[in-house]
């Protein structure tokens, strides 16, 4: 089939619209009539840099980002991050616990009884808090407890406790179990595997009144610009491009400059080696990657040119920016979900309603008992429709649509069509 034949539900990487490939298959060739194209040019150039501040800029007026945050452009996947977070807010939470102890008994910061003091809070204190409600958010946690070990892992809530062993809950807020002082508390904004999202901020880690609160980081690797998202509430928010923006190869680190020089560095690699906690590769070191405007080290610039474009285009098609993809993400699944909910005897959704996924719709079909066989005639014949990439994780089974930005509304259309034809066949 061709391109303009299928829709594309798969789970990642994501469909990248047409006439943006279009557009970038001449600049590979030939950038800006320069003679060299896009991915040939020295991440050094004035024009890489261009790119970079424009789609932090674009970035930053899609999601309403206050002044107070930076944009890091970075490699090594959402994977990564799970190191990144836990690296670098343990590190912050050391520089802090170092200058509140050094206030006190003041003299050198360095000095043995600081250090000293220092290494019990750590023992004593340091945690870092993980909200489990899906395969992501269980891996970024099981990284935190490798680096960290799992004395300094704080599992405050995991869904399959009060769920049978298996995902598709959130915990009631009054059932987590949050450490007084947490390096950081962890969750997964949309569990991609489970089809979880939480509804909204959670109540429990909004700051007071006085501005001060947790520090939150999340993980929205699978819907970002899909919502409007209290981007002060939180320390911290990472995302791959390859699902709502662009292709693989670039990661997305929104955070709050309070935690960057000159309000906040990284403690010394020696002083971690006497505390006994792990230092961070440089390049998941956040301060070097800032200082540097991403540019430490070499940058796909190609996979930035193109997140850039669909930012671009996202400002284009809403003046509203991403409350218009907003709606339009909700209409979609809206129609998937509608249909699914309206043959309760052949379809069944697998998460909790509450906090089923707009953007994977996860669900079984259980026509005539057999999910395996149904299943597979569900599959093919939404092929022969051009309906593709709708098989769900294999830790799960069933069937997975995936609603990214790129999926058009009548591709949504399409399918929860298919979805209501199949039922009645
Ligand atoms: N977090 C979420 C929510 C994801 O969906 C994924 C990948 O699908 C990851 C993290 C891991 O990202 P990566 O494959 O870029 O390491």
């Given amino acids: 089939p061709s391109r303009s034949d299928i829709t594309y539900f798969g789970a990642g990487p994501a469909l990248l619209p047409t006439d943006i490939l279009e557009d970038a298959a001449k600049a590979l060739l030939n950038y800006h009539d320069t003679g060299l194209g896009i991915a040939e040019h020295s991440h050094r150039s004035q024009l890489a840099a261009d790119v970079i501040n424009q789609a932090k800029a674009d970035l930053v007026s899609c999601l309403d980002i206050p002044d107070d945050y930076e944009i890091l452009f970075m490699q090594g996947g959402g994977t990564g991050q799970f190191s990144a977070t836990a690296y670098n807010f343990v590190g912050a939470w050391v520089t802090r616990k170092q200058q509140e102890i050094f206030g006190e008994i003041k003299g050198d910061p360095n000095d043995s009884k600081v250090i000293q003091r220092l290494k019990e809070a750590v023992d004593k204190d340091l945690k870092i808090d993980y909200l489990i409600t899906g395969g992501w958010s269980q891996k970024a946690s099981a990284e935190g407890e490798r680096l960290f070990g799992s004395e300094h892992v704080n599992i405050a809530a995991d869904s399959r406790k009060t769920n049978g062993g298996k995902f598709g809950t959130i915990p009631d807020e009054s059932t987590w179990k949050l450490s007084k002082d947490a390096a950081l508390v962890y969750f997964c904004s949309n569990e991609t595997v489970d089809g979880v999202e939480f509804p909204g901020f959670p109540k429990s880690l909004q700051p007071g009144p006085d501005g001060k609160g947790p520090i939150v980081v999340a993980d929205m690797s699978s819907n970002i610009l899909t919502k409007k998202i ?186 929860a069509k298919f979805i209501r034809a199949f039922a009645m066949s």
Avoid: W
């Fill in 230 to 415: 209290p981007v002060k509430n939180f320390s911290a928010i990472f995302f791959g491009a390859q699902k709502n923006l662009g292709p693989t190869g670039i990661t997305v680190v929104i955070i709050k400059k309070s935690f960057l020089p000159p309000f906040t560095s990284q403690p010394s690699a020696n002083l971690m080696r006497q505390l006994g906690l792990p230092i961070p590769p440089i390049i998941f070191q956040y301060e070097t990657i800032a200082k540097n405007n991403s540019l430490y080290n070499t940058l796909s610039i190609f996979d930035v040119y193109i997140i850039g474009q669909v930012l671009r285009k996202l400002l284009q098609t809403y003046p509203d920016k991403v409350e218009g993809q907003q709606a339009v993400s909700n209409k979609k699944a809206q129609l998937v979900y509608d249909a699914i909910e309206a043959f309760p005897e052949i379809y069944q959704i697998i998460p909790n309603k509450a906090v089923r996924s707009r953007i994977n719709i996860c669900f079984r079909v259980i026509k005539g008992g057999d999910m395996d066989t149904a299943e597979r005639a569900f599959l093919e014949e939404g092929i022969a429709q051009g309906l593709t990439g709708l098989k769900g994780h294999r830790s799960l089974g069933g069937i997975r649509a995936s609603n990214y930005n790129s999926v058009p509304l009548e591709g949504a259309e399409k399918l």
